[in-house]
């Protein structure tokens, strides 16, 4: 079991801006997402199981799993509980998220990392990655995507989820957010991009969470409607080769 938090090791992307939500950061996250009638664990199963279902199809059992940008730790018992993963990396830049993450899950095999660089390349079966990348000015965006690649071993899988950039929906929730206000959201296209000019196969791209509450005897549908842009959030799978 391993639950000390790590210290930098490298350069810092940010300034560590979120340290001043970090104590709000999931009431105003809930906050936000009230118009959808579900809080922000609907959302994180909900990604978490649509990426087992992919895993499930490539026969594809992820050992060790890096959480990019892990905030509170929100999702970090998923792992363990969908995707079946032994050990965690929770990797954030905010000092204060993290320091909460760790306090709330240090009872499990994970290691809380501070900053973008750590002693990891080439030691992850699968990346994680949700909302994080439309914080991150542009120009970095495909530096950070190499990096993570560079996390990776050979045949690992990236999972990055994002608000959808052509959703009215995603758009306004993060209206309603205020860390998230002058955030750049992508477009799965641009996504897809991103990662095959960092080396990555694109394997697939999926379009999640339609319907609101009201209207969740629609989501059975969601699966059949998942490679339309229509979903607030999407996943873009990428494989890094051999």
């Known amino acids: ?87 965690v990396i929770a990797l954030e830049d905010s000092p204060e998220l993290l320091k909460i993450a760790a306090q709330t899950h240090g009872d499990r095999n994970v290691s809380f990392v501070l900053g973008p660089a750590f002693d990891g390349r080439g030691s992850c079966d699968l990346v994680f990655c949700s909302a994080v990348f439309h914080h991150i000015p542009h120009a970095e965006r495909p530096n950070v995507a190499r990096e993570i690649r560079g996390y990776l071993k050979p045949g690992g899988l990236f999972a990055l989820w994002e608000h959808n950039g052509w ?26 991009r991103l990662l095959r000019e960092a080396g990555f196969d694109v ?10 509450r009201f209207l969740r005897l629609l989501r059975w549908s969601e699966r059949l409607l998942a490679r339309l842009p229509l979903g607030a959030q999407f996943q873009v799978l990428g494989r890094k080769g051999a």
């Open 203 to 212: 394997v697939s791209t999926d379009f999640l969470f339609i319907y609101p």
């Open 1 to 87: 079991m391993v639950n000390e938090v790590e210290s930098d090791r490298g350069r810092n992307r940010s300034d560590a801006g979120f340290d001043r939500f970090a104590h709000q950061y999931d009431a105003l996250l809930e906050e936000s997402l009230q118009i959808t009638g579900e809080d922000k664990d609907y959302f994180a199963r909900g990604r978490l199981e649509w990426l087992a279902r992919r895993l499930a199809e490539r026969r594809f059992d992820p050992e060790t799993v890096l959480d990019f940008g892990c905030g509170s730790g929100s999702t970090i018992p998923l792992f363990f509980e969908i995707l079946g993963a032994r050990r």
């Open 167 to 192: 959703s009215p929906a995603a758009r306004y929730v993060m209206s309603r957010c205020e860390f998230d206000r002058g955030a750049r959201p992508l477009s799965a296209l641009s996504a897809r």
